[in-house]
């Protein structure tokens, strides 16, 4: 369905803020519940979402790192005299999860469209355009980011190093000897 990207661009904001405002789990499955079905209304391709496995580990970490930090509700995993899980904050984890999920899903209305009109219809809503032409050369070189990071990856396993198998300690060594290089060369 063709859409004017101003459309898009509303729809995407009111999602997005709706996401950030509202803090119970219920309203944010309400408003993902509503999100989903204005992809399927308008027939944007969401299938690319759904096939990333790597949310599910994201979920489960959001949700241990927040209720690490939440010291209300009742311990569910105590270690010691130190509370590791609370049901507090495996809702809290649950709606910050929710709200990712909601501004990936918003974001689908404007990654669908082209670059150019998104330039256009922001001038057209008011933004200089030197900022629309930013974001436009922006969401050009995205592509050109994951290139160079794919790049970089397949030399580092051309190598023999298996990224699966390193230490804990070295992980953030290892990470940022891959993104040095995409940062430089982009």
Known sequence: M?????TRLLISALFSGMALIYQKIEYLL???????????????????LFSIKKLLYISIMMI??????????????????????TDNGIIYGAAIFLRFIILILSGMFILNSNISQLTRGLVKLGMPFEIAFMIQMGARFVPVFF??????????????????????RKVIKVYVSIFSPVIYSV
């Open 30 to 48: 309400i408003i993902l519940i509503f999100n989903i079905l204005t992809l399927v209304l308008f027939k944007i391709r969401i299938k690319i």
């Open 147 to 168: 290139e160079e990071m794919g790049e970089i990856l397949n030399s580092i396993q051309l190598r023999g190093v298996d990224l699966r198998k390193i230490y804990k």
């Open 64 to 85: 241990v790192i927040q209720s690490m930090f939440v010291r209300t509700g009742h311990p569910l995993l105590k270690m010691g005299s130190i509370c590791l899980l």
């Open 2 to 6: 063709n859409i004017d990207i101003r």
